[in-house]
């Protein structure tokens, strides 16, 4: 111990922030292996057939799967998800409310991407005025706990939005609806419909668990190199001091 000398308050530091960022590290870790484990089911969810609105109410975790629908879109209530990006053009999200003619509920399907360069025009859209099939999947916000923050609902449509609270939307309109939003596959009555499914890959975590465990080594590697230094100092302070003694 005589060579190691590294000072009451740097012994302070080091106890209480090396653990910290060792345990940083193992939960970004964790988080990785989640997440890797959470896209593969919804991998396996978003390949499965789809299953009908019925048998998606009745889903204790619906995130993802797969529905078929079959009924009417409601042109007169649509909502323009604003702030959206596809390769690096501005526009917006056209979400409708759409009832399954099979369960009668309502469910709020995003038809996909729609590009809206000036502001002055509103975007352009149509709907299809027929009873036709859709085929869509559930979204969940990450990190939302299935819920969103909406914006406020006025009486003057469409509407454009910065977030969507299916919820509240079904209260509005004074019907019975699914609670989240749906977003729909390729088809005749999508538009763009290039979804990610995270926003955040196991390959983010997997760099953050880097970066905190290279500053547990660098705050080690200091701990130890002060130490030593202290000692070095301290003995030839020692060894000067007794040189001029004798």
Same mark, same amino acid.
């Given at each position: 111990?005589?060579?190691?000398?590294p000072?009451?308050?740097?012994?302070?530091?080091v106890?209480?922030?090396?653990?910290?960022?060792?345990?940083?590290?193992?939960?970004?870790?964790?988080?990785?292996?989640e997440?890797?484990?959470?896209?593969a089911?919804?991998?396996?969810?978003?390949?499965? @057939?789809?299953?009908?609105?019925?048998?998606?109410?009745?889903?204790?975790?619906?995130?993802y799967?797969?529905?078929?629908?079959?009924?009417?879109?409601?042109?007169?209530?649509?909502?323009?998800?604003?702030?959206?990006?596809?390769?690096?053009?501005?526009?917006?999200?056209?979400?409708?409310?759409?009832?399954?003619?099979?369960?009668?509920?309502?469910?709020?399907?995003?038809?996909?991407?729609?590009p809206?360069?000036?502001?002055?025009?509103?975007?352009?859209?149509?709907?299809?005025?027929?009873?036709l099939?859709?085929?869509?999947?559930v979204?969940?916000?990450?990190?939302?706990t299935?819920?969103?923050?909406?914006?406020?609902?006025?009486?003057?449509w469409?509407?454009?939005?910065?977030?969507? @609270?299916?919820a509240?939307?079904?209260?509005?309109?004074?019907?019975?609806?699914?609670?989240?939003?749906?977003?729909? @596959?390729?088809?005749?009555?999508?538009?763009?419909?290039?979804?990610p499914?995270?926003?955040?890959?196991?390959?983010?975590?997997?760099g953050?668990?880097?970066?905190?465990?290279a500053?547990?080594?660098?705050?080690?590697?200091?701990y130890?190199?002060?130490?030593?230094?202290?000692?070095?100092?301290?003995?030839?302070?020692?060894g000067?001091e007794?040189?001029?003694?004798?």
């Open positions: 111990m005589k060579r190691f000398r000072g009451v308050i740097p012994t302070v530091a106890a209480l922030l090396l653990p910290l960022l060792v345990s940083l590290g193992f939960w970004q870790l964790s988080r990785g292996a997440k890797t484990a959470l896209l089911s919804y991998a396996e969810r978003r390949a499965a @057939e789809p299953m009908a609105s019925t048998e998606l109410l009745s889903s204790a975790d619906p995130a799967r797969r529905v078929h629908l079959h009924g009417l879109f409601d042109a007169a209530h649509s909502l323009l998800l604003d702030n959206r990006q596809r390769n690096g053009k501005v526009g917006v999200e056209l979400l409708q409310p759409f009832q399954d003619q099979r369960s009668g509920l309502w469910l709020l399907v995003n038809r996909g991407w729609l809206w360069p000036d502001r002055r025009v509103p975007p352009q859209f149509t709907t299809p005025t027929d009873a099939n859709v085929d869509a999947w979204y969940v916000a990450p990190g939302a299935f819920q969103l923050h909406a914006d406020p609902v006025s009486n003057s469409p509407q454009t939005v910065t977030t969507v @609270e299916p509240k939307l079904w209260q509005t309109l004074e019907r019975d609806g699914f609670a989240y939003e749906l977003r729909a @596959e390729p088809g005749p009555a999508s538009y763009e419909v290039d979804w499914v995270v926003a955040m890959g196991p390959e983010k975590h997997l953050y668990a880097v970066q905190w465990f500053m547990a080594t660098a705050l080690l590697g200091l130890i190199y002060l130490g030593l230094h202290n000692a070095k100092e301290k003995h030839h302070g020692n000067h007794s040189t001029q003694h004798v």
